[in-house]
């Protein structure tokens, strides 16, 4: 059973940098989207950028400038940090598993998600 | 980037009602549809992809559907388990994933 668990604080001074690592196991990293989706409390979901397995990333427009979406293969682990954060990016971080098919791209596994506040 | 517009926004039902979600893309997306549920404090979980395939495990009383740039999650006899929110999203034009706004399916 493929399980994904996100670590990192919960929080985070504006200004700086949000840091969280997803952890993968039960399954392959291989030929797989490692996916970050955020939600800010009480609205909707927010495709933040992806990773394949080959370290090729793919971001948000809106938030391209400060993300960096890394993969470490070796360890299952895939990291996301967004610099000079400010209160709007405060949200319940999901990691989540992008697979590819014949109609597109699904989101089938999914942390269970970190909350991380900005706040002074 | 391709507007995924739900509607309604929330909706009540009683237990056994039939449910339907609309969802309507601003461009043409072929199939390239999935639905999520989303129960308070849970992540989301895939119930519908390719617009009209069931994930394997998800029970056969959901059902999707396309016309044209319509999409429709049906629900054909509610459950108590089945209230939560539900979202759609594309994988057309993508990257960016876009995703609908939501659609709260509350018991009346």
């Known amino acids: 059973q493929v399980q994904l668990q996100e670590s990192g604080p919960g929080l985070v001074k504006p200004s700086e940098t949000l840091s969280l690592t997803c952890t993968v196991s039960?399954?392959?990293?291989?030929?797989?989207?490692w996916t970050w989706i955020r939600q800010p409390p009480g609205k909707g979901l927010e495709w933040i950028g992806d990773?394949?397995?080959?370290?090729?990333?793919n971001y948000n427009a809106s938030l391209k400038s400060r993300l960096t979406i890394s993969i470490d293969t070796s360890k299952k682990v895939f990291s996301l940090n967004l610099k000079s954060v400010t209160a709007a990016d405060t949200a319940v971080y999901y990691c989540?598993?992008?697979?590819?098919?014949?109609?597109?791209?699904?989101?089938?596994?999914w942390g269970q998600g970190s909350l991380v506040t900005v706040s002074s | 980037d391709v507007q995924m517009t739900q509607s309604p926004s929330s909706l009540s039902a009683s237990v056994g009602d039939r449910v339907t979600i609309t969802c309507r893309a601003s461009?043409?997306?072929?199939?390239?549809l999935n639905w999520y549920q989303q129960k308070p404090g849970k992540a989301p979980k895939l119930l519908i992809y390719?617009?009209?395939s069931l994930r394997s495990g998800v029970p056969s009383r959901f059902r999707g559907s396309r016309s044209g740039t319509d999409f429709t999650l049906t629900i054909t006899s509610v459950d108590p388990e089945d209230f939560a929110t539900y979202y759609c999203q594309q994988s057309y034009a993508a990257p960016p994933y876009t995703f609908g706004q939501g659609t709260r399916v509350e018991m009346k």
């Open positions: 990773v394949f397995n080959s370290g090729t990333t």
């Open positions: 989540a598993r992008g697979v590819v098919g014949i109609t597109g791209t699904q989101f089938d596994y």
């Open positions: 461009q043409t997306i072929s199939s390239y």
């Open positions: 390719g617009a009209s």
């Open positions: 039960g399954g392959s990293i291989n030929s797989y989207y």
